[in-house]
C-alpha cells in the first residue's frame, strides 16, 4: 500500500545533541513538509519542499533543517538550538507539484522527548 | 495572511446527538478548504474537502459547506457515533501560500455511549 512512514514512533533526546527523524514516501508526489503539533496550538509549518533539492522554510525553521536528496525521503533533523523540542512532529506530502486544492497525506507522527 | 478560527473545545456529545463545529477563515483569493481528523497517537487523515465557492464536502456522515459570503467552512453530522471521538482540523490552502497548509487549532470531540 502506498504511504508516509515516519520513523522512530518515539525519540529521545539528550541535552545538546541533534537528533534526525525519518520521512519516506512511496506515492511519488512531489512536495513534502514537515510540521510540528504542540497542544491546543495545531499545527505549525517547520520546512517543505516542493522539487527535490530546493526547500523552503515554513513559519518555525529556528532550530531545524532538512534535505531533500531524494523524491521520496525528506528526513527533519532537530539541532541542539531547538531549545524546546519536545513535540509531536508530522511529516506530510502531496501531489500535482503541491497544488493548493489537493490534499495532504501524513503519516503517523514521531514523538520528540528531552531526556 | 491566511489564518483559520475553529470553535474552542473541548466538545462532549451523547451518541446520536448532532455535531456541529464552526471554522472561518482569512485569505485572499480563492482558497481551498479541507476538514481532518487525527485519532489518539496517530496522524491526520483527510476528512473532507471543497475546492470552490458554494462545494459540499462530503464523508462518513460529515458534511460541511464552502461559504465565501461568511468565509466559513462549518463542519455537520447529524447522528454521532462513539466512534467518530477524535481531534478535527480546519486548513485551508492557497490564497497567499500557494501549497501550504493554515490549520486551525483543532477541536477535541468526545461522544459518549
Known amino acids: 500500500d502506498g504511504g508516509i512512514t515516519q520513523s522512530p514512533k518515539y525519540l529521545f533526546r539528550k541535552e545538546g545533541q541533534n537528533v534526525t527523524l525519518s520521512c519516506e514516501q512511496n506515492?511519488?508526489?512531489?512536495?513534502m513538509y514537515w510540521y510540528r503539533q504542540d497542544p491546543g496550538q495545531g499545527l505549525r509549518l517547520i520546512y517543505y519542499s516542493q522539487i527535490v533539492n530546493d526547500f523552503q522554510k515554513g513559519d518555525i525553521a529556528e532550530g531545524y533543517s532538512v534535505s531533500r536528496e531524494k523524491k521520496e525521503s525528506f528526513p527533519l533533523t532537530v539541532t541542539s538550538a531547538q531549545k524546546n523540542p519536545t513535540a509531536f512532529y508530522l511529516c506530510?506530502?502531496?501531489?500535482?507539484?503541491?497544488?493548493?486544492?489537493?490534499?495532504?497525506?501524513f503519516g503517523d507522527g514521531t514523538r520528540l522527548s528531552i531526556l | 495572511g491566511n489564518s483559520v478560527t475553529q470553535m474552542e473545545g473541548p466538545v462532549t456529545l451523547s451518541e446520536e446527538a448532532f455535531l456541529t463545529i464552526n471554522c472561518t477563515y482569512t485569505a485572499t483569493g480563492y482558497p481551498s478548504l479541507f476538514w481532518y481528523v487525527q485519532y489518539p497517537g496517530e496522524g491526520l487523515q483527510l476528512l473532507l474537502k471543497a475546492t470552490k465557492a458554494d462545494d459540499k464536502g462530503s464523508n462518513k456522515g460529515f458534511e460541511a459547506t464552502y461559504r465565501k459570503e461568511t468565509t466559513s467552512f462549518h463542519l455537520e453530522k447529524g447522528s454521532v457515533q462513539v466512534s467518530d471521538s477524535a481531534v478535527y482540523f480546519c486548513a485551508l490552502s492557497g490564497g497567499t501560500s500557494y501549497g501550504k497548509l493554515t490549520f486551525g487549532q483543532g477541536t477535541i470531540l468526545t461522544v459518549h455511549p
Open positions: 506530510a506530502s502531496t501531489g500535482n507539484g503541491g497544488a493548493g486544492n489537493q490534499p495532504q497525506h
Open positions: 506515492l511519488n508526489h512531489d512536495a
